[in-house]
């Protein structure tokens, strides 16, 4: 079973730029498309980029576009979320998470996610 553990996350100024890192344990996972997620207070829960297994192929939620760059490296078993431009409505707690799934349904937003990590917190002031 994969275990995940994010970091990178902090306290900046709106514009600035954070790299997340979502290092994983017990398993390879260049076997599985995997996700960013993040949950702000009082907010359900949202998938905000995905890769897939050979990492030339991504998703983003339109609000982040332009902005965050999802990548992977399969030889550290890690995957990556670089955020850039940051806003205030981008502070949440951002976790990565394993699809289960193939990366059709990863795209079509069907896809079964697992193996959570602990999550970061990442906040954005004005």
């Known amino acids: 079973q994969v275990q995940l553990v994010e970091s990178g996350g902090g306290s900046v100024q709106a514009g600035s730029s954070l790299r997340l890192s979502c290092a994983a344990s017990?398993?390879?996972?260049?076997?599985?498309?995997m996700g960013w997620f993040r949950q702000a207070p009082g907010k359900e829960r949202e998938l905000v980029a995905s890769?897939?297994?050979?990492?030339?192929?991504?998703y983003y939620e339109d609000s982040v576009e332009g902005r965050f760059t999802i990548s992977r490296d399969n030889a550290k078993n890690t995957v990556y979320l670089q955020m850039n431009s940051l806003k205030p409505e981008d502070t949440a707690v951002y976790s990565c998470?394993?699809?289960?799934?193939?990366?059709?349904?990863?795209?079509?937003?069907?896809?079964?996610?697992?193996?959570w990590g602990q999550g970061t917190q990442v906040t954005v002031s004005s």
């Open positions: 017990g398993e390879a996972i260049s076997r599985y498309p």
């Open positions: 998470a394993v699809a289960y799934s193939d990366w059709y349904e990863v795209v079509n937003l069907r896809a079964d996610f697992g193996s």
């Open positions: 890769i897939n297994r050979s990492g030339d192929r991504v």
